[in-house]
């Protein structure tokens, strides 16, 4: 008989529920909030009234979708943190009334953990083996730039990691420098397809050892088109697919020249991405690249596992529930990172 876990994701704008039988994902359900694209950014306070609004017929849905009663549960995971701490609760105190109405047990998730642990998701679609220990993993999101060595499921190690802005965050705000919708991340990626990446060269940082900086690129982008911009009102306009090819250009080269330094540093072959960001054309086949060039064995999650999705937390609940290591039905959210 397998073991059911239901997994509930809402640290940020998605309310996301999935169920799995032992490591294979039986649904994944996502509703996305489409009411942070007018502000821009996603607004905390509406994010979580849209958890509110969402939870339960996300959470049905998965259920229905996996075809099981909600009886069969062995466990409720969710996402315990990082994230906005309003849209955490949300989840949080859902799963933690489910679990004492069900009888069951609750399993904390650490978003950036889960995110990894994507590359065990089984599925009808998987084909490839799963990442063989130690990996590297690139965890890229809108809140996180990380390279982590996964020595094994519960024992991860974070290498490097940026001093200030995240990757994804890079993409949003030079999209929003752009006058593009939020989240930019995705149309960048989308608009780049047509687009000169050599067309416009913008400053990389020199950050020590396996840290990464984003900070000055966004400064440099946002000068450089309002220079543009003074010359020639419609440079944004004229430019947009070459802009977007340039900039994620210069994104993905950062971010891969430090994953190459990693791999080298620690000899690991095996390397991965994870997170929104991994979902980025060109960061995906410059990664695949790698694997020619440099002999790499390397692991790219489904587009569905890639942005946040709840079939990572019930995955890692499931490795969570093997070990026994149950939750605590007196802990709170944490806001910040904390692995
Ligand atoms: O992991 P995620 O869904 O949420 C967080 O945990 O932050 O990541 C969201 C980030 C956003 O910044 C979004 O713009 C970015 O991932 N993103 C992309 C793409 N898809 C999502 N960035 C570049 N290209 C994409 N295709
Ligand atoms: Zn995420």
């Not at 004492?100 to 953990?113: A, C, M, S």
């Not at 752009?178 to 960048?188: D, R």
């Not at 940082?205 to 020639?232: A, C, Q, V």
Request: aromatic share 8%; glycine share 8%.
């Amino acid at each position: 008989m397998p073991v059911f876990i239901l997994g509930i994701e809402s640290s940020c704008d998605d309310t996301s529920a999935s169920v799995v039988a032992d490591d294979y994902i039986l649904s994944n359900v996502t509703a996305s909030q489409e009411v942070h694209r007018m502000y821009g950014g996603v607004v905390p306070e509406l994010a979580s009234r849209a958890h509110q609004q969402n939870i339960i017929p996300v959470i049905h849905a998965a259920v229905t979708k996996a075809n099981i009663q909600k009886n069969q549960l062995a466990a409720v995971a969710y996402t315990k943190g990082p994230g906005l701490l309003g849209s955490l609760l949300v989840g949080t105190s859902f799963a933690k009334s489910l679990a004492v109405g069900l009888k069951i047990p609750t399993i904390e998730v650490d978003h950036l953990q889960a995110h990894i642990m994507a590359h065990f998701i089984r599925d009808q679609y998987s084909t490839k083996p799963v990442p063989e220990f130690p990996f590297l993993c690139l965890t890229v999101s809108g809140g996180h730039t990380q390279i982590v060595r996964i020595d094994d499921h519960f024992s991860m190690h974070i290498l490097g990691q940026t001093i200030d802005d995240a990757a994804g965050e890079t993409f949003d705000k030079a999209a929003k420098i752009m006058g593009l919708p939020y989240p930019g991340g995705p149309l960048i990626d989308k608009l780049a397809r047509e687009g000169d990446p050599e067309k416009f060269h913008f400053s990389k940082p020199s950050i020590p050892g396996l840290d990464f900086s984003f900070s000055g690129l966004k400064t440099s982008i946002l000068y450089f088109l309002r220079d543009r911009i003074k010359e020639n009102p419609d440079f944004i306009e004229k430019n947009k697919t070459d802009l977007c090819a340039s900039i994620q250009y210069t994104i993905v080269s950062i971010l891969m020249q430090k994953l190459k330094k990693a791999a080298d540093e620690t000899g690991i072959r095996e390397v991965a991405i994870a997170g929104g960001v991994s979902a980025n054309s060109a960061l995906r086949a410059a990664l695949l690249e790698g694997q020619n060039q440099y002999n790499w064995n390397v692991f790219i999650p489904r587009l569905e596992y890639s942005t946040d999705n709840a079939a990572m937390i019930a995955i890692t609940g499931y490795y969570k529930y093997l070990k026994g290591n149950f939750g605590n039905p007196a802990s709170a959210p944490y806001a910040r990172s904390r692995f």
